[in-house]
Every structure is written in C-alpha cells, then in structure tokens.
C-alpha cells in the first residue's frame, strides 16, 4: 500500500515551528570557517550525516568542533592548520568536500584534496571550479587527487560556462580574499 496524506480542510491553522537549517546552507558556511583563525558560532546547523561528515573533515584539517547544543556548532581554525586532506574516505562520502578548494587555497595558497563523491545526480561536473580557480590566478592538475596552488589571488571577471551552485560558492569563497574586484557572470543565485 503507497503511503498518503489525509488532510481535511476548513480548520484554520494554528501553532509554531521552528524551522530547521538546510544543508545547502548548511555547507558552505561551514567551509568559510577556514577563512579565519577567529572563532566561528554557527546556529540552525542541521545535525545531519554530511554536517556530521564535514566536521569530521574539518578536525582533520586541524579546525576545532564544538557543538554547543544541537544547532549550535563552535569552529576555530587555527593558524596552524593542513591543507592536505588525508582521508579520502570522508571526501568520497559527500559531494560538497570540492568546497574546500575556495577556502584553503585563498588561506594557504595550496591544497591536496581527494576526488569528491556523495550522490550521484546526474552529470556533476568539476571543470568549472577548477577554471574559476584558474581565472583568479590559481594552477590545477587532476590525478587520484586535486592538488591547486595559487600565489597571488587577484579579482576577475569570471563567466562560469554553467550556473553551478558548487563552482559560485567555491569561486566566492576564493575570491573573497583577493586582491580587486571579482565579478561572476552566470552565477548560480543560490549562494
């Protein structure tokens, strides 16, 4: 038997909810705390697996994790941080692992990331991150790894040949700390 929804109508509605974070968002505010060695107070976390997973990534890169209560997660990433990623197993777990590309490239000027993985919805491709990372200055190769390097980040014009939500968050995320003004043409709104 199909699951179903009865619902009777001409009762007004009444009462409150809170409504939780979303992943989506969820996500990148996470990867921003690279950019800083301040400490970071997130609330309305969804404490959810690939939450879950990416702060597991992140205390391997060095940063400090704390939840404070259920939807509130405390992040330091100190100074004294990797940009090398070493487990792949973490990575391969979710699709928004390729988020750390912005972050430690514009904190450390270099990064070692394993290939992402997460779900598989149709084509997800990675090449217009890596030419939004060339476009501010960035050097790319692809092999069982991402390994990117970047000495001078500079603003850009940058038009993505897609309006990826991943590749506008990673060149923001990049770009935040150049030098100049960056402009992204076809960007994705989400972000």
Known sequence: QMEHFIIEGQAPLKGTIEPSG?????LPALMSCLLTDEEIILNNMPKIQDVK???????????NVEWISDTCLKLHAPKNLTYSIPSQILCSKIRASILLLGPLLSRFGKVKLPLPGG??????R???????????????TLHNQIEASITHIH????????????????TILLA???????NIYNAACEP
């Not at 597991?56 to 940063?63: A, F, K």
């Not at 990675?126 to 790319?140: C, P, S, V």
């Open 22 to 26: 979303n992943k989506n968002e969820a």
């Open 53 to 63: 997973t990416t702060c597991s990534i992140l205390m391997e890169l060095g940063v």
């Open 119 to 124: 779900d598989v919805i149709g084509a997800r």
């Open 126 to 140: 990675i090449d217009t991150h890596f030419e939004a990372i060339k476009a501010l200055g960035g050097n790319i």
């Open 155 to 170: 603003g850009a014009q940058i038009f993505l040949d897609e309006p990826s939500v991943t590749a506008t968050e990673n």
């Open 176 to 182: 935040v700390l150049a030098q100049g003004t960056t």
